[in-house]
């Protein structure tokens, strides 16, 4: 069984930074992708960025890019999410996914397994 716990969360003003973390249970962590997504009030959730299995590949969503960087440590079952010049339409509930494929897939359909979610508010 897989459960995915997100950490990191937290009130920032903008232009700030954080890092989430999601740490996974489970045997498959290091042979599939992993991603982020997140969900504002009254949105649907969209994807932010996902890291293939390796940590060698990664995408990103055009808003995030050149702000965060994903990131993973196999050896710690650990994917990580840094934010950078963070901006207030950036808040939301940010979600940790794990797929059931090894590149870094972009859409919800490929992911099996999801956290409970951890909330990021940027203040203007």
């Known amino acids: 069984q897989v459960q995915l716990v997100e950490s990191g969360g937290g009130l920032v003003q903008a232009g700030g930074s954080l890092r989430l973390s999601c740490a996974a249970s489970?045997?498959?962590?290091?042979?599939?992708?992993m991603g982020w997504f997140r969900q504002a009030p009254g949105r649907e959730r969209e994807f932010v960025a996902a890291?293939?299995?390796?940590?060698?590949?990664?995408a990103y969503a055009d808003s995030v890019k050149g702000r965060f960087t994903i990131s993973r440590d196999n050896a710690k079952n650990t994917v990580y999410l840094q934010m950078n010049s963070l901006k207030p339409e950036d808040t939301g509930v940010y979600y940790c996914?794990?797929?059931?494929?090894?590149?870094?897939?972009?859409?919800?359909?490929?992911?099996?397994?999801w956290g409970q979610g951890t909330q990021v508010t940027v203040s203007s």
């Open positions: 996914a794990q797929s059931r494929t090894v590149g870094p897939v972009r859409t919800l359909s490929w992911y099996d397994y």
């Open positions: 489970g045997r498959t962590f290091s042979s599939v992708a």
């Open positions: 890291i293939s299995w390796s940590g060698s590949g990664t």
